[in-house]
């Protein structure tokens, strides 16, 4: 019934509107009335869908290329230095510091007395030899963060980095490449650089490794800085989706008619 009178009235409002057109009169306030009514309940009371971001709280994507170059970052040399007691005791820092000395520390143990075994006067000193299993695990380690340019270290460095990423990153190197001039003057070193000299891959070592990591952690700080600008609304995506959930407690429990 409420239906077949909202029709009528309607159709009233049309008929009355067009005798009003005929004689150049327009009323305004009939069809505004008519559109409220066929506005649906919902938007009229202004209320917005469940689970909608407001448009307020959604920030402009910028463009590829003005991400690309707000990315960089000036150094601040003294700010850097001032920060640096607190930098290095990032964990960042440490796990990498200490999965190089791990590994270099693992390499050397397990591979000196092996080492001391190979002819390198053969063509292939490995031929009929097998390389004990923490020998491999170890070397993959100083692969990665140990042998000049220490690529990974200086990645995790500066993805996860605060700031001067730049001078965390050198440090980081000089590390590594410490740690690399010992392990070539071992006897395990002769398995990465055979009977030549060591005082080569020493020197290489400090004008590489530091170096290296400096601008592997740049790269990696620039890399984490572009994905943060080219999309400003992922933290806020992730703040909305999740929609807490009312607690069950005894306040919620609906009282059981059949157990009074």
């Known amino acids: 019934m409420a239906r077949a009178k909202r029709t009528d009235r309607t159709d009233a409002r049309r008929r009355y509107r067009a005798d009003q057109a005929a004689s150049g009169v327009e009323p305004a306030a009939e069809a505004a009335e008519e559109a409220l009514e066929a506005t649906p309940p919902a938007r009229r009371r202004g209320t917005a869908p469940s689970g909608a971001i407001p448009v307020a709280a959604i920030v402009a994507r910028p463009s590829i290329g003005g991400s690309f170059k707000s990315a960089f970052r000036p150094i601040d040399l003294r700010g850097d230095l001032r920060a640096l007691p607190k930098l ?3 964990w960042s820092v440490l796990v990498t510091a200490a999965v190089s000395i791990a590994a270099t ?34 070397y993959l380690a100083i692969s990665l963060f140990v042998t000049p340019p220490p690529a990974a270290g200086g990645f995790i460095i500066g993805f996860f980095a605060k ?23 071992t006897p395990a070193g002769r398995l990465l650089i055979g009977q030549n000299d060591p005082g080569y891959y020493i020197v290489q070592a ?55």
Request: proline share 6%; glycine share 10%; aromatic share 10%.
């Open 163 to 185: 700031r001067a990423s730049w001078l965390t990153g050198l440090l980081f190197g000089a590390l590594a490449a410490l740690l690399y001039s010992v392990l070539v003057s």
């Open 105 to 138: 520390a693992l390499f050397i143990i397990v591979t000196n007395e092996f080492g001391k075994s190979l002819d390198f006067t053969l063509s292939d000193p490995l031929a009929g030899r097998t390389v004990p299993g923490l020998t491999s695990i170890s």
């Open 206 to 260: 400090w004008l590489i490794g530091p170096a290296g990591a400096m601008l592997f952690a740049s790269a990696a700080a620039w890399y984490r800085r572009f994905l943060d600008l080219i999309n400003p609304n992922r933290g806020q995506r992730r703040g909305s989706s999740g929609q807490p959930k009312p607690q069950q407690g005894r306040g919620n429990v609906k009282p059981n008619r059949l157990s009074r």
């Open 88 to 90: 290095i005791l990032h």
